[in-house]
C-alpha cells in the first residue's frame, strides 16, 4: 500500500489523537483534568487546521486556527477553570456509571459511526472516510459523555466537546466553512456557556449542589 | 550467516542479555534514587545481592512441594528464552522465527501460572493473597498485551517479532495513529507486568499491599536468586520487545556483520533510555488502590483494542 | 472379505458392533462385576484403540462407504466414512482408549450395577460412532437419539439423588429440542424429493432463503447438544451429575459428534456458504466462550467448573468455525481453511484436555469422597501422579506453551489476523473485538486453573479427613497417562496432525493450506508463510529444559545446593490454620467484583455477633429467569388449557371418536 503525503498522515494522526482524547473524557473523574483535557483537545483542532491550511492554501484557515486558539485553548477553559474555582467544585471526583460498560458502548459508538461515513465519502471527492468517520465518532462520544454524567459542569464539557467534533469535521473533510458561518457558531458557543455559567449559580443556590439529580425534583410529581 | 555462526551468535546474544538484566535493573533503581534525590546503592548492587543469595542456604517450608521447588528453574528458563528470541541485536538468527508474538506472550503466561501455583503452595493467606492478585492482574494485561501486539502485526502483516522488527524498521518514516495507542497501552501492561509503581510497589515491606512480592515470600537463596533473575530478565524482555517494535531502527539486519558493533551501541543507548525514563515514571506516579488496577488495566486493554480498530478504520 | 481388501468403512462397522457385544456380554455377567471390569472394559479400550487406527487411516483414504443389512425394507442404513468422519473416529477412539482405561480401575468400587452400566457405556460409544459414519438422515436420526438416551441413563446412574434426576430430566428435554431442530432441517435439506440419504441431500439445490434456515435450524439443533448459548443449561446440571468417566466422555466426545454434525450439514450438504452465517456463528461462539469462563470462576464444585469449562470451549471452536465460514463466504478459501484447521484442532484439543480433566476429578472424587473444592486441599502430597496429570491438563486448557491449548488457540488467532482480506468494514471491526474475547477467555481460564489447581492440590488440607487419601489406581493412572501424553503430542507435534487435517478440508471444501505452509518439517508449525508466522513448541520446551538443566548444575557447581526445611513465614501470628488459605470463592472475589452485573448473586453473611457463623453463597444463571422459566410457564399454560380435553367422561371421549370418523368420511368423500 503506498503510504499518504505526509500532510494526511499528520491529519489522521490528528484524528487519532482526538479519538484518544474524546475516550479520555468518556472516563475522566476529575473535573480539573477534564477541563485540561478539553484545552488539549482544542490545541489537537488548531494542528490539524493549520496541517490544512497549509496543504490546500487557503489564508482564511489560518485566521480560523487563530481564532479557535483564542477561544478554545486560552478563553474557555480559563473561563471553566474561574467557574469551578468560584462554585468550590476545583477538586470533585465524580463517580462515573461502570467505566468498561461506557468504554464498549463508545467502540461500537465508534463502528457505527465510521459505517455512517462510508456512503457519504463514497459520494462526495474530498471528504476522506476516516476523518469523516472520526468527527461523527467523537461528536456522539460527547454525547455519550454527556448522557453518563452526574455534575452539570462536566455536562457542558461534553456539549464544547460536540461543538469541537463538528468543528474538525468542517475543517478536515471540507476544509473550512464560510468565515460568517464560523463566526456565529464561535459566538453561539461563548454566549451559551457564558448562559450556562450563570445557570450553574441558580442551581447551586437552589439545590446545595450541582449534582443534576436534584434537579428531577423539578417533576409535577 | 550461516548455520554455525548463526547459533553461536545466538547463545552469545542470550549469554549477554542475561548477564546484563541485573544491570539495568540496578539502573532503573539508581535513576530512581537519584531522582530523590538520595545517592543511591549502586548500578552493580543486584549482582551483589545475586551473589549474597546464592551464598545462602535454601529454607523451605516442611509442606513444601516439588512443585514449589521446581518453579524457579521453570522461571528462569522462560526469561531466559524469551530474551534469547527476542531479535535484540540482529533479526536473523537462527531461533528467530520462534520469537513469534503470540507465542512469547503466551510464555509470559505460563511463567505466571507457575509462579501463582507456587505462591498458593506453602498454604499461608499471604501465598494466597498474592496470588489471586497477580491473576487479576494477569487477566486483563494478557489481553491488553497481546491486542497491542496485533496492532504492529497487522500492519506488518506478520505475527513473527523479527519480521515485524523488519518490516518497521526499514520502511520509510510512516505515522501509525494506531500504533500510538497501541504504545500506550503496551506502557501501561509493561507496568503492571513487571510489578512497577503504579500497580505495585517493588520495594514495599508491607504484605498487605505486595503483589508479586507475596507469592515469593516463602522464597530464600538460590530460589530467591533465580526469581529475582528472572524479573530482571522480564523487565528487560519487555523493554526490548517494545523498543522492536515501536523504536526498531538500528537493528542490524540479515548478514551484516558490521552492523552488529552499531546495534550493540544503539541498544544500549535504548536501554538507558528507556530505564530512565521507567524511572521517571516510578517517580511522578503514586501507586494506586489495588481496585483501581483493574480499571487502569481495562483502559490498557480497551486502548489497544481500540489501536487496532483504528487500524481497521484509518490506514486500510 | 480378504484381511487385504478392506475399506475403512468395514472395519470401522465391524468395530461399533463389537462394542455393542461387549455391552450385551456385560448383561451376561452381571453377577460377576471383577470379569466386567477385568475384561469387558479393556477389550472396549483395545476396540477404542482400533477405532482411532482405522480414523486415522480414512483420513488420508478415499471415502468409502457400505450399506447395512438392517434398518426398514426401503430405508436400508447406509454408512459412510470420509477424512471428516476419520478425524472424528480417531478422537472418539483416541479419548475413549484412555477413559475406558480408566473405568477399568474407577467403576471397581462400584459393585452394584455394572451390568446396566457397562452396556450402557458401551451402547453409547457404538452409537457415537454410528453417528460419525452415518450417510443418511434416518440412521443419523436413530443413532442421535440412542446416544441421548444412553447417555440419559448413564447421567442418571446414581438416581438415588433428586438432583440427579433433574440433571437427566433437563439434559433429555434439551436434547430432545435440539434433535426436533435437526430433524426439521433434513426436512428443509431434502426438498421435497429424493430418498433421505446425504447424496440426495447434497444434490438438493436450495435458494438462499430455505438454505438459511436450513442452517438456523442446524445450527441451534447442534448447538443445543453442543451447550451453546443459550441452550447450555443442561451442561452444568447433566455433566456433575454422571459418574467421572461418563463425563469424561459427555465432554470430551459427545459435544464433538455436535460440532461434526454443525460440519457436515454446513459445509458438506448445504455446501454454499453465506458469510452471514459465519458472523452469526462467530458472535455466539464469542459471547459462549465468554460466558462459560466467567461462571466457571465463580464455582466451587469441580465437575461443575469443568462443564462450564466445556462452554467455554465449545465457544473457541465456533470461534474458529465461524471465522472459517466468514472466510469462505466472502471468497477467501485458504484463511477459511486456516479458520477450519483451527476450530478441528481446537476440537481434538479439548476432547484429549477436557478428558484428562474430568478423570483427575473422578479419581480425587473416588480417593476422598470430596467434590467441593472448599474441602480440598495438600491433595499433591498423597496424590502425586494424579496431581501431576492433572497439572499436565490445567497447562492444556490454560492455552499454555508447549502444550496442546496453545496450539489450537494460536491457530485461531493467526486465522483472525487475516481479517484485512475482508472488504465488508462492519466485519473486519467485529473479528479484531472477537479476537479480543478470546484472549480475555484465556486470560481468564489461566486464572480459573490456577485456583483449581492450587485449591485442590496445594496448600493445606482444609478440612479433616477420615483416612488417608490414596493415588489413583493403576488402570486410573494408564488412562490418564495416555491423555497426558496426548496432550503432550499434540502440542510438540502439532505439524503431523496439520498435514491430515490439511486432507480433511481438502475432501470437504476442496481447499488446503498454501504449498509453502506445510513445506517447513515438522519443527516449525507455518501456517501461511514463515515470514508471517512460525512457531517451534519443541524449541521452547528444549530451551526451556536445557536451562533447567544446565542451572541446577551450575549452581549447585558454583556455590552449593543445601537445603533445610523450616516453618513458613506467618508474619509474626503463631496460631496459623488451614482456614486460613484462600478458598476457591475467595479466589473468584475479584472476578465477582468487576464483573458483577452479569451474575445473580446470593449471598448470606453472618452478622458479626453470630456464634455459629456460615458464609453461603449461590451463583445463578440469568438465563433461569430470562428464558427457561417463562417457556416452561408458557408450556405449562398451554398444557393446562389442552388439559381440558381431558373431561373424564366417557360419553365425551366417545364423541370425539365420532367427530373424528365424520371428519374422515367427509375428508374421503
Same mark, same amino acid.
Given at each position: 500500500?503506498?503510504?499518504?503525503?505526509?500532510?494526511?498522515?499528520?491529519?489522521?494522526?490528528?484524528?487519532?489523537?482526538?479519538?484518544?482524547?474524546?475516550?479520555?473524557?468518556?472516563?475522566?473523574?476529575?473535573?480539573?483534568?477534564?477541563?485540561?483535557?478539553?484545552?488539549?483537545?482544542?490545541?489537537?483542532?488548531?494542528?490539524?487546521?493549520?496541517?490544512?491550511?497549509?496543504?490546500?492554501?487557503?489564508?482564511?484557515?489560518?485566521?480560523?486556527?487563530?481564532?479557535?486558539?483564542?477561544?478554545?485553548?486560552?478563553?474557555?477553559?480559563?473561563?471553566?477553570?474561574?467557574?469551578?474555582?468560584?462554585?468550590?467544585?476545583?477538586?470533585?471526583?465524580?463517580?462515573?456509571?461502570?467505566?468498561?460498560?461506557?468504554?464498549?458502548?463508545?467502540?461500537?459508538?465508534?463502528?457505527?459511526?465510521?459505517?455512517?461515513?462510508?456512503?457519504?465519502?463514497?459520494?462526495?471527492?474530498?471528504?476522506?472516510?476516516?476523518?469523516?468517520?472520526?468527527?461523527?465518532?467523537?461528536?456522539?462520544?460527547?454525547?455519550?459523555?454527556?448522557?453518563?454524567?452526574?455534575?452539570?459542569?462536566?455536562?457542558?464539557?461534553?456539549?464544547?466537546?460536540?461543538?469541537?467534533?463538528?468543528?474538525?469535521?468542517?475543517?478536515?473533510?471540507?476544509?473550512?466553512?464560510?468565515?460568517?458561518?464560523?463566526?456565529?457558531?464561535?459566538?453561539?458557543?461563548?454566549?451559551?456557556?457564558?448562559?450556562?455559567?450563570?445557570?450553574?449559580?441558580?442551581?447551586?443556590?437552589?439545590?446545595?449542589?450541582?449534582?443534576?439529580?436534584?434537579?428531577?425534583?423539578?417533576?409535577?410529581? | 550467516?550461516?548455520?554455525?555462526?548463526?547459533?553461536?551468535?545466538?547463545?552469545?546474544?542470550?549469554?549477554?542479555?542475561?548477564?546484563?538484566?541485573?544491570?539495568?535493573?540496578?539502573?532503573?533503581?539508581?535513576?530512581?534514587?537519584?531522582?530523590?534525590?538520595?545517592?543511591?546503592?549502586?548500578?552493580?548492587?543486584?549482582?551483589?545481592?545475586?551473589?549474597?543469595?546464592?551464598?545462602?542456604?535454601?529454607?523451605?517450608?516442611?509442606?513444601?512441594?516439588?512443585?514449589?521447588?521446581?518453579?524457579?528453574?521453570?522461571?528462569?528458563?522462560?526469561?531466559?528464552?524469551?530474551?534469547?528470541?527476542?531479535?535484540?541485536?540482529?533479526?536473523?538468527?537462527?531461533?528467530?522465527?520462534?520469537?513469534?508474538?503470540?507465542?512469547?506472550?503466551?510464555?509470559?503466561?505460563?511463567?505466571?501460572?507457575?509462579?501463582?501455583?507456587?505462591?498458593?503452595?506453602?498454604?499461608?493467606?499471604?501465598?494466597?493473597?498474592? $496470588?489471586?492478585? =497477580?491473576?487479576?492482574?494477569?487477566?486483563?494485561?494478557?489481553?491488553?498485551?497481546?491486542?497491542? !501486539?496485533? #496492532? /504492529?502485526? @497487522?500492519?506488518?502483516?506478520?505475527?513473527?517479532?523479527?519480521?515485524?522488527?523488519?518490516?518497521?524498521?526499514?520502511?520509510?518514516?510512516?505515522?501509525?495513529?494506531?500504533?500510538?495507542?497501541?504504545?500506550?497501552?503496551?506502557?501501561?501492561?509493561?507496568?503492571?507486568?513487571?510489578?512497577?509503581?503504579?500497580?505495585?510497589?517493588?520495594?514495599?515491606?508491607?504484605?498487605?499491599?505486595?503483589?508479586?512480592?507475596?507469592?515469593?515470600?516463602?522464597?530464600?537463596?538460590?530460589?530467591?536468586?533465580?526469581?529475582?533473575?528472572?524479573?530482571?530478565?522480564?523487565?528487560?524482555?519487555?523493554?526490548?520487545?517494545?523498543?522492536?517494535?515501536?523504536?526498531?531502527?538500528?537493528?542490524?539486519?540479515?548478514?551484516?556483520?558490521?552492523?552488529?558493533?552499531?546495534?550493540?551501541?544503539?541498544?544500549?543507548?535504548?536501554?538507558?533510555?528507556?530505564?530512565?525514563?521507567? $524511572?521517571?515514571? =516510578?517517580?511522578?506516579?503514586?501507586?494506586?488502590?489495588?481496585?483501581?488496577?483493574?480499571?487502569? !488495566?481495562? #483502559? /490498557?486493554? @480497551?486502548?489497544?483494542?481500540?489501536?487496532?480498530?483504528?487500524?481497521?478504520?484509518?490506514?486500510? | 472379505?480378504?484381511?487385504?481388501?478392506?475399506?475403512?468403512?468395514?472395519?470401522?462397522?465391524?468395530?461399533?458392533?463389537?462394542?455393542?457385544?461387549?455391552?450385551?456380554?456385560?448383561?451376561?455377567?452381571?453377577?460377576?462385576?471383577?470379569?466386567?471390569?477385568?475384561?469387558?472394559?479393556?477389550?472396549?479400550?483395545?476396540?477404542?484403540?482400533?477405532?482411532?487406527?482405522?480414523?486415522?487411516?480414512?483420513?488420508?483414504?478415499?471415502?468409502?462407504?457400505?450399506?447395512?443389512?438392517?434398518?426398514?425394507?426401503?430405508?436400508?442404513?447406509?454408512?459412510?466414512?470420509?477424512?471428516?468422519?476419520?478425524?472424528?473416529?480417531?478422537?472418539?477412539?483416541?479419548?475413549?482408549?484412555?477413559?475406558?482405561?480408566?473405568?477399568?480401575?474407577?467403576?471397581?468400587?462400584?459393585?452394584?450395577?455394572?451390568?446396566?452400566?457397562?452396556?450402557?457405556?458401551?451402547?453409547?460409544?457404538?452409537?457415537?460412532?454410528?453417528?460419525?459414519?452415518?450417510?443418511?438422515?434416518?440412521?443419523?436420526?436413530?443413532?442421535?437419539?440412542?446416544?441421548?438416551?444412553?447417555?440419559?441413563?448413564?447421567?442418571?446412574?446414581?438416581?438415588?439423588?433428586?438432583?440427579?434426576?433433574?440433571?437427566?430430566?433437563?439434559?433429555?428435554?434439551?436434547?430432545?429440542?435440539?434433535?426436533?431442530?435437526?430433524?426439521?432441517?433434513?426436512?428443509?435439506?431434502?426438498?421435497?424429493?429424493?430418498?433421505?440419504?446425504?447424496?440426495?441431500?447434497?444434490?438438493?439445490?436450495?435458494?438462499?432463503?430455505?438454505?438459511?434456515?436450513?442452517?438456523?435450524?442446524?445450527?441451534?439443533?447442534?448447538?443445543?447438544?453442543?451447550?451453546?448459548?443459550?441452550?447450555?443449561?443442561?451442561?452444568?446440571?447433566?455433566?456433575?451429575?454422571?459418574?467421572?468417566?461418563?463425563?469424561?466422555?459427555?465432554?470430551?466426545?459427545?459435544?464433538?459428534?455436535?460440532?461434526?454434525?454443525?460440519?457436515?450439514?454446513?459445509?458438506?450438504?448445504?455446501?454454499?456458504?453465506?458469510?452471514?452465517?459465519?458472523?452469526?456463528?462467530?458472535?455466539?461462539?464469542?459471547?459462549?466462550?465468554?460466558?462459560?469462563?466467567?461462571?466457571?470462576?465463580?464455582?466451587?464444585?469441580?465437575?461443575?467448573?469443568?462443564?462450564?469449562?466445556?462452554?467455554?470451549?465449545?465457544?473457541?471452536?465456533?470461534?474458529?468455525?465461524?471465522?472459517?465460514?466468514?472466510?469462505?463466504?466472502?471468497?477467501?478459501?485458504?484463511?477459511?481453511?486456516?479458520?477450519?484447521?483451527?476450530?478441528?484442532?481446537?476440537?481434538?484439543?479439548?476432547?484429549?484436555?477436557?478428558?484428562?480433566?474430568?478423570?483427575?476429578?473422578?479419581?480425587?472424587?473416588?480417593?476422598?469422597?470430596?467434590?467441593?473444592?472448599?474441602?480440598?486441599?495438600?491433595?499433591?502430597?498423597?496424590?502425586?501422579?494424579?496431581?501431576?496429570?492433572?497439572?499436565?491438563?490445567?497447562?492444556?486448557?490454560?492455552?499454555?506453551?508447549?502444550?496442546?491449548?496453545?496450539?489450537?488457540?494460536?491457530?485461531?488467532?493467526?486465522?483472525?489476523?487475516?481479517?484485512?482480506?475482508?472488504?465488508?468494514?462492519?466485519?473486519?471491526?467485529?473479528?479484531?473485538?472477537?479476537?479480543?474475547?478470546?484472549?480475555?477467555?484465556?486470560?481468564?481460564?489461566?486464572?480459573?486453573?490456577?485456583?483449581?489447581?492450587?485449591?485442590?492440590?496445594?496448600?493445606?488440607?482444609?478440612?479433616?479427613?477420615?483416612?488417608?487419601?490414596?493415588?489413583?489406581?493403576?488402570?486410573?493412572?494408564?488412562?490418564?497417562?495416555?491423555?497426558?501424553?496426548?496432550?503432550?503430542?499434540?502440542?510438540?507435534?502439532?505439524?503431523?496432525?496439520?498435514?491430515?487435517?490439511?486432507?480433511?478440508?481438502?475432501?470437504?471444501?476442496?481447499?488446503?493450506?498454501?504449498?509453502?505452509?506445510?513445506?517447513?518439517?515438522?519443527?516449525?508449525?507455518?501456517?501461511?508463510?514463515?515470514?508471517?508466522?512460525?512457531?517451534?513448541?519443541?524449541?521452547?520446551?528444549?530451551?526451556?529444559?536445557?536451562?533447567?538443566?544446565?542451572?541446577?548444575?551450575?549452581?549447585?557447581?558454583?556455590?552449593?545446593?543445601?537445603?533445610?526445611?523450616?516453618?513458613?513465614?506467618?508474619?509474626?501470628?503463631?496460631?496459623?490454620?488451614?482456614?486460613?488459605?484462600?478458598?476457591?470463592?475467595?479466589?473468584?472475589?475479584?472476578?465477582?467484583?468487576?464483573?458483577?452485573?452479569?451474575?445473580?448473586?446470593?449471598?448470606?453473611?453472618?452478622?458479626?455477633?453470630?456464634?455459629?457463623?456460615?458464609?453461603?453463597?449461590?451463583?445463578?444463571?440469568?438465563?433461569?429467569?430470562?428464558?427457561?422459566?417463562?417457556?416452561?410457564?408458557?408450556?405449562?399454560?398451554?398444557?393446562?388449557?389442552?388439559?381440558?380435553?381431558?373431561?373424564?367422561?366417557?360419553?365425551?371421549?366417545?364423541?370425539?371418536?365420532?367427530?373424528?370418523?365424520?371428519?374422515?368420511?367427509?375428508?374421503?368423500?
Amino acid at each position: 500500500m503506498p503510504s499518504l503525503p505526509l500532510t494526511s498522515q499528520l491529519i489522521n494522526l490528528c484524528a487519532a489523537l482526538l479519538l484518544l482524547l474524546a475516550f479520555a473524557m468518556l472516563t475522566q473523574r476529575r473535573i480539573l483534568s477534564l477541563i485540561n483535557l478539553f484545552a488539549l483537545q482544542g490545541f489537537v483542532l488548531v494542528l490539524s487546521t493549520l496541517v490544512v491550511a497549509y496543504s490546500t492554501r487557503q489564508t482564511e484557515l489560518y485566521v480560523s486556527a487563530l481564532i479557535t486558539l483564542a477561544l478554545k485553548v486560552l478563553f474557555l477553559p480559563w473561563v471553566l477553570h474561574r467557574l469551578i474555582r468560584a462554585l468550590n467544585v476545583r477538586w470533585d471526583v465524580e463517580t462515573l456509571i461502570n467505566i468498561p460498560a461506557t468504554m464498549l458502548i463508545g467502540i461500537v459508538l465508534v463502528i457505527f459511526a465510521f459505517n455512517l461515513a462510508t456512503p457519504i465519502s463514497q459520494i462526495a471527492g474530498t471528504i476522506t472516510k476516516s476523518t469523516l468517520g472520526i468527527a461523527t465518532a467523537s461528536i456522539l462520544l460527547a454525547f455519550l459523555m454527556m448522557i453518563t454524567r452526574r455534575k452539570a459542569v462536566s455536562q457542558v464539557i461534553g456539549f464544547l466537546a460536540m461543538e469541537n467534533g463538528l468543528f474538525f469535521a468542517a475543517t478536515s473533510a471540507t476544509y473550512g466553512m464560510p468565515m460568517v458561518v464560523e463566526l456565529g457558531i464561535a459566538l453561539d458557543v461563548l454566549v451559551g456557556t457564558l448562559v450556562f455559567g450563570v445557570f450553574f449559580f441558580h442551581i447551586r443556590e437552589t439545590f446545595e449542589s450541582l449534582d443534576i439529580h436534584h434537579l428531577e425534583k423539578l417533576k409535577e410529581r | 550467516m550461516n548455520v554455525a555462526s548463526g547459533i553461536i551468535f545466538q547463545v552469545l546474544q542470550s549469554v549477554l542479555v542475561v548477564l546484563i538484566a541485573p544491570l539495568m535493573l540496578g539502573w532503573v533503581n539508581q535513576c530512581r534514587a537519584w531522582l530523590q534525590n538520595k545517592s543511591g546503592a549502586g548500578i552493580w548492587q543486584p549482582y551483589k545481592v545475586l551473589n549474597k543469595l546464592f551464598h545462602k542456604d535454601a529454607v523451605l517450608a516442611h509442606d513444601a512441594s516439588a512443585l514449589f521447588r521446581a518453579t524457579p528453574y521453570i522461571l528462569f528458563g522462560c526469561m531466559w528464552l524469551a530474551v534469547g528470541i527476542v531479535p535484540v541485536l540482529a533479526t536473523d538468527l537462527p531461533f528467530a522465527p520462534a520469537a513469534d508474538v503470540i507465542a512469547l506472550v503466551g510464555l509470559f503466561a505460563l511463567a505466571r501460572v507457575f509462579i501463582a501455583l507456587a505462591g498458593m503452595d506453602v498454604g499461608t493467606s499471604f501465598g494466597t493473597l498474592g $496470588a489471586r492478585r =497477580e491473576m487479576m492482574i494477569g487477566f486483563l494485561a494478557e489481553p491488553a498485551m497481546l491486542m497491542a !501486539l496485533f #496492532t /504492529a502485526s @497487522l500492519i506488518s502483516h506478520s505475527t513473527s517479532l523479527p519480521t515485524i522488527v523488519e518490516t518497521l524498521g526499514q520502511r520509510e518514516f510512516v505515522i501509525y495513529p494506531s500504533m500510538a495507542f497501541a504504545a500506550i497501552a503496551f506502557l501501561m501492561v509493561l507496568l503492571a507486568e513487571n510489578a512497577r509503581i503504579p500497580i505495585d510497589n517493588p520495594a514495599t515491606h508491607l504484605e498487605l499491599t505486595m503483589i508479586h512480592e507475596a507469592m515469593i515470600l516463602e522464597y530464600s537463596a538460590r530460589h530467591l536468586a533465580l526469581i529475582e533473575w528472572a524479573s530482571s530478565l522480564k523487565l528487560t524482555a519487555y523493554i526490548t520487545i517494545g523498543i522492536a517494535m515501536f523504536l526498531p531502527w538500528g537493528i542490524a539486519h540479515a548478514g551484516d556483520w558490521i552492523g552488529l558493533p552499531i546495534a550493540l551501541g544503539v541498544l544500549v543507548v535504548k536501554l538507558a533510555l528507556a530505564g530512565a525514563g521507567l $524511572a521517571l515514571l =516510578e517517580t511522578v506516579s503514586a501507586k494506586m488502590r489495588i481496585f483501581r488496577a483493574p480499571e487502569f !488495566l481495562g #483502559t /490498557a486493554f @480497551l486502548l489497544a483494542t481500540l489501536g487496532m480498530l483504528t487500524h481497521f478504520l484509518l490506514e486500510t | 472379505m480378504d484381511f487385504w481388501s478392506l475399506q475403512p468403512i468395514e472395519a470401522a462397522v465391524t468395530l461399533s458392533v463389537i462394542w455393542i457385544g461387549l455391552g450385551v456380554l456385560g448383561l451376561a455377567f452381571a453377577r460377576t462385576p471383577r470379569a466386567i471390569v477385568d475384561l469387558l472394559f479393556p477389550a472396549g479400550a483395545a476396540v477404542a484403540l482400533a477405532l482411532a487406527l482405522t480414523g486415522l487411516w480414512a483420513m488420508s483414504a478415499p471415502a468409502s462407504t457400505a450399506i447395512l443389512p438392517a434398518g426398514l425394507p426401503d430405508l436400508p442404513f447406509h454408512v459412510r466414512l470420509d477424512p471428516l468422519s476419520g478425524f472424528f473416529l480417531l478422537l472418539l477412539g483416541g479419548v475413549s482408549f484412555g477413559i475406558s482405561l480408566f473405568s477399568s480401575g474407577y467403576f471397581r468400587v462400584h459393585a452394584q450395577g455394572l451390568g446396566l452400566l457397562c452396556v450402557q457405556y458401551h451402547v453409547f460409544l457404538a452409537s457415537m460412532a454410528f453417528v460419525l459414519i452415518a450417510d443418511d438422515a434416518y440412521l443419523f436420526m436413530v443413532t442421535w437419539e440412542s446416544m441421548a438416551l444412553s447417555s440419559y441413563f448413564l447421567v442418571t446412574t446414581e438416581h438415588h439423588s433428586e438432583q440427579n434426576r433433574k440433571a437427566g430430566f433437563i439434559y433429555l428435554l434439551i436434547a430432545h429440542l435440539g434433535a426436533i431442530s435437526i430433524l426439521l432441517s433434513f426436512g428443509v435439506l431434502h426438498g421435497g424429493h429424493g430418498d433421505y440419504t446425504f447424496d440426495a441431500l447434497r444434490q438438493a439445490e436450495l435458494n438462499g432463503f430455505w438454505a438459511t434456515i436450513a442452517f438456523l435450524l442446524a445450527f441451534f439443533g447442534f448447538g443445543a447438544k453442543a451447550g451453546m448459548l443459550p441452550l447450555h443449561a443442561w451442561l452444568p446440571e447433566a455433566h456433575p451429575a454422571a459418574p467421572s468417566p461418563v463425563s469424561a466422555l459427555m465432554s470430551g466426545v459427545m459435544l464433538k459428534t455436535a460440532i461434526y454434525g454443525m460440519i457436515r450439514v454446513i459445509y458438506d450438504l448445504i455446501g454454499d456458504i453465506h458469510w452471514e452465517w459465519g458472523l452469526t456463528v462467530l458472535l455466539f461462539g464469542a459471547a459462549t466462550s465468554l460466558f462459560g469462563v466467567l461462571f466457571a470462576l465463580m464455582q466451587h464444585d469441580l465437575k461443575r467448573l469443568l462443564a462450564y469449562h466445556s462452554v467455554e470451549n465449545i465457544g473457541i471452536i465456533l470461534i474458529g468455525i465461524g471465522l472459517s465460514m466468514v472466510f469462505i463466504g466472502s471468497g477467501h478459501p485458504v484463511a477459511g481453511v486456516l479458520g477450519l484447521i483451527a476450530g478441528l484442532y481446537h476440537t481434538l484439543n479439548h476432547a484429549v484436555f477436557k478428558a484428562l480433566l474430568f478423570l483427575g476429578a473422578g479419581a480425587i472424587l473416588n480417593s476422598t469422597g470430596l467434590r467441593n473444592l472448599n474441602e480440598m486441599g495438600g491433595l499433591i502430597r498423597y496424590m502425586p501422579h494424579t496431581a501431576f496429570y492433572f497439572l499436565v491438563g490445567a497447562l492444556a486448557i490454560s492455552a499454555l506453551p508447549p502444550l496442546n491449548g496453545f496450539v489450537s488457540e494460536w491457530l485461531t488467532f493467526q486465522a483472525s489476523l487475516q481479517a484485512p482480506l475482508l472488504e465488508s468494514s462492519v466485519v473486519r471491526s467485529i473479528v479484531p473485538i472477537v479476537a479480543a474475547v478470546l484472549a480475555l477467555s484465556g486470560a481468564l481460564t489461566g486464572m480459573c486453573f490456577v485456583k483449581v489447581y492450587g485449591v485442590a492440590f496445594l496448600g493445606q488440607h482444609r478440612h479433616q479427613l477420615a483416612e488417608r487419601p490414596r493415588d489413583a489406581s493403576g488402570w486410573e493412572r494408564a488412562g490418564m497417562l495416555w491423555l497426558a501424553l496426548g496432550c503432550l503430542a499434540l502440542g510438540l507435534l502439532p505439524v503431523l496432525m496439520i498435514g491430515q487435517l490439511n486432507s480433511v478440508s481438502q475432501a470437504l471444501i476442496h481447499a488446503s493450506l498454501s504449498n509453502e505452509a506445510m513445506a517447513s518439517g515438522w519443527l516449525w508449525l507455518v501456517p501461511t508463510s514463515s515470514q508471517q508466522a512460525s512457531y517451534s513448541p519443541v524449541v521452547f520446551l528444549l530451551v526451556i529444559a536445557a536451562v533447567f538443566g544446565l542451572t541446577y548444575l551450575v549452581v549447585r557447581q558454583i556455590y552449593h545446593g543445601r537445603l533445610r526445611r523450616s516453618d513458613p513465614w506467618d508474619c509474626g501470628f503463631p496460631e496459623q490454620t488451614p482456614r486460613m488459605e484462600d478458598t476457591a470463592d475467595g479466589f473468584g472475589q475479584p472476578i465477582r467484583h468487576i464483573f458483577a452485573p452479569i451474575f445473580q448473586i446470593h449471598r448470606e453473611i453472618p452478622r458479626p455477633d453470630d456464634p455459629a457463623p456460615v458464609f453461603r453463597q449461590e451463583v445463578e444463571d440469568r438465563h433461569w429467569q430470562w428464558m427457561y422459566l417463562p417457556i416452561a410457564r408458557f408450556a405449562d399454560f398451554l398444557s393446562g388449557h389442552f388439559g381440558k380435553l381431558q373431561q373424564g367422561r366417557i360419553s365425551v371421549y366417545l364423541l370425539y371418536s365420532f367427530v373424528t370418523l365424520i371428519a374422515l368420511l367427509v375428508f374421503v368423500q
